[in-house]
Structures are given as C-alpha cells and as structure tokens.
C-alpha cells in the first residue's frame, strides 16, 4: 500500500497569516466604517521600474516572431543576466565569482528551500530564532527536524535566539551544526550584521565543515558600509557557504519572479563539488526561468534601471524611517530598520504579541505581524514594515502613538 511521506503530517498548519487575515475581516465587518492601514505586508508595492517594464515588452516582441523566438532556455539563466549579476553585484565589488557560479531561478524561497535536497538527511541544521519559516519547514518535510512540541520547537533543530540580551544576532551553536541558515538583513528583525561578526560564522564552519546558507534577500536595504552585501566579502566564505540573493524586494519582482543561488566552485565536501550537485537538481526539476523575466531582471543592472532601483529602495527607507523615529520619540524600544525593510518593536507594557496586535488593531485600525508567530523568542515582539505608502505609513505612526500614550 502506498505511504505518504509522514514528515508532511507532523508540520503544524501555519496559521499566523490566516488568523491575521480573519482578525482583520472581523474587524472590518464589525467596523465598515474604519479604515484599516496595514503594516504587516511583507510584500512590495511599488510598480516596476520603467526599464525593466520596456525590457520586458521588447523581449516578449522578440518571442513573437520566428527569427528571435526562443524555446527552452539555459536551466542555469542566461548568460546574458549571470553575466550582468557577476559583473554588478560581485565583480564589480571586488568579488570573483564566474557566470557558471551563478544559477538563476524563480525565487529565493524555491532555492532556500529546495537546498536541502543536496545535504544528507543525518545533517544537523541550525536556524535563528525568530525566523523566515522556509527553512525549518522544508527541513521538516526533509526528515531533518525530528518532532514537534509547542513548547520546545522541533527536537532535532538547532534554535539559535536573537533577543535584545545579545542584539538579535545569533551566537555559535555549541553543538555541531552541519547546515546553519542565516538571514542578514535579517527577517523579520531587521537587524544587519558587520563583516568581523560574520567572519566568526565563516571560521566556524570552515573548522566544523558545516555549510552556511546565507540569505541576502535585503541585501539592497544596507545602508551601513560596515555590513557586507555578500558573504563572499568575508574571506574564506567561498569554501563554506552558499548565497541566495532575489529581485523581489531589490526590484519589485515579487509577483514577476526571479532570484539567484552562488555556489562557488570552491565549495566541496569530501571531494564532491556543491556547485555540480545543484546543478545536476536543477537540470533535473526545472527548466529555467522565463525568457522575457530574465531580460527584465537584465535591466535592473542598466544604469536607468540601477537609478530607478534606488529611488525605490529609498522610497521604503524613508517609510522605515518615519516609523522607526516616530515610535522611537513616543518612547517605543524600536529595533531594526536602519539596514532593512522591518521594524522590530517591543510590545508595550509587557503585552504578549498576539495582545498588542488586538489593541493595535482595535485602537489604531493597524495591522502589523505577531513576532511570536516567527518562533518563540519572537514573543513579546511585534513586526512593522515600510513597504506601504509613505501617506499610510505616517498615518498608521500617527494612530499607534496617538492610542498608545493615551493608554
Ligand atoms: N528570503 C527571505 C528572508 C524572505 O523574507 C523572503 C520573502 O519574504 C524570501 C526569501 C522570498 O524571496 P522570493 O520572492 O525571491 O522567493
């Protein structure tokens, strides 16, 4: 008879954005005449650069006729965007990585959390905590996690706090983690981390032969030179670790759909070279990205198309801003924000996150994210993100001061 994989069963339904989203439509129905601001999106909302928007029809002309039409492409990417990616984001910075280093996918969610197909199922994997749930749930499903209790977390990971006491950054497992994911600027506590910090993490795994996954997702938000954009700028980082990077939030691509994975060729374990394993998954499970999105993610690296990036990126900055002085001058302990999209707040007056996000939302009409829904040393924290209108977003700093000193 046939069996299922049971380790789909042990995974607890993920209920944090369902029961928000139920919160909120309650809310609304009870009080249709109240507007509600929302800062608990962690999705984008600025149109496309006009580059990437032309370079996209051109390539879709392109496709519709028979002398430039194309068919299956690369599964790597083309040559055309790896190049452009080697160029800008690594060469360009004093970084060596080649084209066939890179490989173009469809998100860094996909890559984040297919990676684990090339590490053996024995590993041990160690996560922050608060975390993105990516890594632990395809963990999960990978036989990797071990069981479940509300109270602990998964037996087998490896949870590594990030609280105030230790400025949310995680410290060296003392066990042996094989596989360590780490998420800097992190989410969902918006906190950077300095290039001697993560050094530590490189001599750590170098020591230990543990690879790091490292997750730069918001690299585009650091707005500290201190903070390196890419873990290749720590030297010995090519032997020990992988990095994901992603156009969604760099370039508005959420719902286009394109990000990259570096594997340099430098990266073996016992002789076996990772760059060749996840190549041979993904010419196994995919078949590239499409034409017309890659060419659009070509154009973000033009220089019209790097101008209209940052004018994005600053656009959510000065949002991150106006929330993170705003709260920070009510006297809210405010964290994050300055190298990220995310604010990281403390609940006031020691209400549990799920507690503050009723009163927020009952008293202010915002919606922002319970940090306990991250993991357990999220609790008593509270996401906000900058990725609203500026209008909205100083509205909504408005109300929560307005209800939270009256209170
Ligand atoms: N990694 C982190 C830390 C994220 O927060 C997100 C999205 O919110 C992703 C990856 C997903 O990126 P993509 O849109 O490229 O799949």
Redesign the pocket.
Known sequence: MLKINENFVKLPASYLFVDIAKKVQLFSQQHPEKEVLRLGI??VTRPLPKSVIQAMKDAAEEMGSSATFRGYGPEAGYLFLRDAICKNDYQGKGIEIDPDEIFVS???????GNIGDIFDRENTVAVCDPV?P?YVDTNVMAGRAGDYSAYAGWSKIIYMPCKKENGFLPELPEENADMIYL?FP??PTGMGIHKDELKKWVDYALERHSVILY?A??EAFITDPEMPHSIYEIEGAKKCAIE?R????TAG??GV???FTVIPKELTFNGISLNRLWGRRQSTKMNGVSYIVQRGAEAVYSEKGKREVRENIAYYQNNAKIILNGLAHAGFEVYGGVNSPYIWLKTPERLSSWEFFDLLLEKANVVGTPGSGFGQAGEGYFRLTSFNTTENTKEAVERIIKSFSAA
Not at 106 to 112: E, V
Not at 246 to 249: A, D, H, I, L
């Open positions: 962690g999705d469809d998100g860094a969610k996909s890559d984040t993105y990516v998420c992190n989410n997750d997702a918001y994901f992603s156009f969604s939030k691509f959420t759909r394109c990000a």
